[in-house]
């Protein structure tokens, strides 16, 4: 087991900074999630003078609590932290992870002493700090979250986080995919425990399959490397560089206090280490999504299959300049397509690379025959549909992307090759809510689904280059 | 008045290709748009054998129709279309469109001789042609329309469209986003009016403000780029070229049978006549959307303003990456921000640039007063909210979402330079139908929004460079 598995399996967390307020973000956000996941250790809120907080016994610190305390969430003001962290140094709790913000982040004198001095009586106290100015640990398994409302099902993701902003959103945009984590730690300022600690334990935990990262910057550079190799040696690891940029660069030193460093450093340094690096949160849940429905795939040819000639035209262009290559159609194959769709039957039609079904992509014992064909032929490595939603010329009813999302599932079976479908819809929302559904049944089959094909190229760019990479190693 | 003004105001229409099945894809989008659109000339169905189509009087073939008919829609099968033709000469029908495609894009010795056939009757007849294998007019102030779901408002943006499918597409997207249009033509293979009729034509059309293009190729390249130049030196041109790679040229040769040249002689060409270039059809409405709702911004100085450090950073990346700059703000703003949001207050926020609200952003009072210092300090010439819908570390609920719209509004009026919304959320319907309909209250207003920041960095980026080009020249 890595050396840090303890932190995600405390027997008894004390909240500190929690109140007895309902509208309170620390109460909801900290101590409310612990009791909504279960969480079966022993839960002390701390507060000077209120009895009960969601329906648990206060206590006035930690000091007074009866048993053992392993874990702290901290979420008082910052000059209050020097004496809770000799507290918990005397109580001989583990880890604390401080939501409190108004440290070296703040770029002054005052905030730079401050988390000097905690940092150092966390050290001689033995106390592990995760922190400041962060979200903590989500771990489903445990019952440990940040948020009441993420899944409380664990998944095979590991994400390590320093922005709690960032981790909140990743884990909502992976949720909206039904991408599941094992663990997720957002550490913030990094003054003890940092990237470098939790890529290492990513690396060797056995319910990480794929490790994610959002990253400003590197304390301890030499360290970071040998566990981003290590990690990369063992698994996929997809990182976002936050501060890519001056003015990035200077946006990181005000949120983490962070050095960012040289973009060109770490890009080269990234892909050189055979570490796919992604430009935003979205980037970063399409890349995941593919992982976990996609068996490895080495080839760029893809395949094409839609209604529209016109958008046809567009998603060439835009997969091309991805660096991905639409093959065209040997003669063979497109015979076998005319089968299915005749030349005279619907002129529209065209069985060319991408093959464009004009109406009859409605035509529900068409989509999926002509799908086989197409991603069956060995010039092919993946394909790609594209339906619209209430959306193009040739948009159907509720029931008929019902019946089309149905024969893509049936098509599923008999093909091998990976598939993925792109659904794009206007925004209008009775639209998004159908687009939503179908999405979720595709996922629940294994289908990944991108909302337009500039999400769908750029992520299945890089995951075969992923592949590629590891081949030519 | 442009020549071919008569072409959007005929006073009789027939279709011929309509059917009685009221399920008629043809009947649909081409009859009953007419009668939906409340078109006030005659409106005539052909048909063999009907006696009656969607209410209306069938007459078995335009010779057979008692009064004038000024224009023709035609999508009867290619074959057929010779004769019909023929009888359109006869009729002294001044336009026809032809839904029909099978034709020149099926690159086969028939579809091409067709094709030829049809032009040269239309010509020695003084028919003019609109398409092939497109979807023809949408007008809506003449109340004609290939749609009946599209917006029956005029407004200022002409589109000449070369696919039928992007046509639609394009209006959609834009109507998501309350964008209307002076007149729209798709024109498909264009084997009589093409490009550069439609663009002459816009150059001069009063209605029309904003000129927006997807074209595949061109049949007379030196009247095209002289009728761009002359359109582009007259009001903002934005163009979409279909066919911009290796794949993407094939992919047009058999989608409306154009040859669709290098990409880099057309993008060098359209940057040398000041023609904004875009790559999708969502970044062709997104720019579009900056004429609707910003004066001129010659600066690429941008403030940003919103809940996230995390994602500020990002922001801040991905803004500078599109040739944006973001400034710092010198220490008299910051001193002034710092009297509504204190430090000790909210220790999380930063009063740099990006402006990061912390949990702030929910604070109705802090919002508009912070956009207000930033936008109207002079070393920004625009500026971005970004606001979490039910997304990220601080989302409020429903109201509280509607009172930040209210006091982005509010905000607005004492702010002389342009702003824009980006409104984050994950997809989930709720907050999908919420998101909506926040957007829909600051177009309302004169906010543009934007669903990411790639989205709006990219569009805002194009937009200054279109206003900086023209005043170097």
Chains 1, 2 share one sequence.
Not at 112 to 130: D, S
């Amino acid at each position: 087991m890595p050396d840090l598995e303890y932190i995600f399996h405390p027997s008894s967390i004390a909240v500190v900074g929690a109140l007895p307020d309902s509208s309170s973000f620390v109460t909801a956000k900290f101590l409310n999630s612990l009791i909504q996941f279960g969480y079966e250790g022993r839960v002390y809120p701390i507060h000077r003078r209120a009895s009960e907080i969601s329906g648990l016994r206060v206590y006035p610190s930690i000091l007074d609590v009866p048993g053992h305390v392993d874990h702290v969430i901290c979420a008082i003001r910052a000059a209050l932290t020097p004496q809770l962290m000799r507290e918990c140094a005397a109580k001989k709790v583990k880890v604390i992870q401080l939501f409190t913000s108004g440290f070296s982040e703040m770029g002054k004198e005052e905030g730079i002493r401050l988390e000097k001095e905690i940092t150092e009586i966390a050290r001689q106290g033995g106390v592990r700090v995760i922190g400041p100015n962060c979200m903590g640990i989500y771990c489903p398994s445990s019952g440990i979250s940040f948020d009441d409302a993420f899944p409380k099902e664990s998944g095979c993701v590991g994400f390590l986080c320093q922005s709690g902003g960032n981790s909140m959103e990743g884990v909502q945009l992976a949720d909206a995919k039904d991408i599941r984590f094992s663990k997720v730690v957002s550490f913030g300022n990094a003054c003890d425990l940092n990237e470098a600690d939790f890529m290492e334990y990513f690396a060797h935990d056995p319910q990480t399959k794929i490790v994610l990262g959002y990253v400003e910057g590197t304390k301890d550079g030499r360290r970071f490397i040998n566990a981003l190799k290590e990690a990369s040696e063992i698994k996929p690891v997809i990182m976002l560089k936050g501060g890519t940029t001056e003015a990035g660069i200077r946006a990181v030193a005000s949120h983490t206090g962070a050095l960012a460093g040289s973009n060109t450093i770490w890009s080269s340094l990234l892909c050189q280490l055979g570490i796919m690096q992604v430009y935003d949160l979205e980037e970063l849940v399409d890349l995941t999504l593919l992982f976990q429905h996609w068996k490895p795939c080495r080839g760029k040819r893809m395949g094409i299959v839609g209604g529209s000639g016109g958008r046809s035209v567009l998603i060439t262009d835009n997969c091309e300049k991805e660096g991905l290559t639409l093959p065209s159609l040997p003669s063979e194959v497109r015979r076998e397509l005319r089968k299915i769709i005749p030349e005279g039957f619907d002129p529209g039609t065209s069985v060319c690379n991408p093959v464009d079904l004009a109406t009859s992509v409605l035509d529900l014992h068409i989509l999926p025959k002509v799908l086989e064909i197409v991603a069956n032929y060995d010039g092919i490595d993946f394909s790609l549909i594209h339906i619209g939603v209430a959306f193009g010329l040739y948009r159907g009813t509720s029931e008929v992307l019902d019946k089309q999302i149905d024969s893509l599932i049936e098509a599923k079976r008999s093909v091998t090759k990976p598939i993925a479908l792109i659904l794009r819809h206007c925004g209008e929302p009775e639209a998004a809510r159908r687009a939503f559904s179908a999405e979720k049944r595709c996922l629940a089959a294994g289908i990944p689904v991108f909302p337009s094909f500039n999400r769908a190229s750029r992520a299945i760019s890089k995951f075969v280059q992923y592949y590629e990479m590891r081949e030519r190693q």
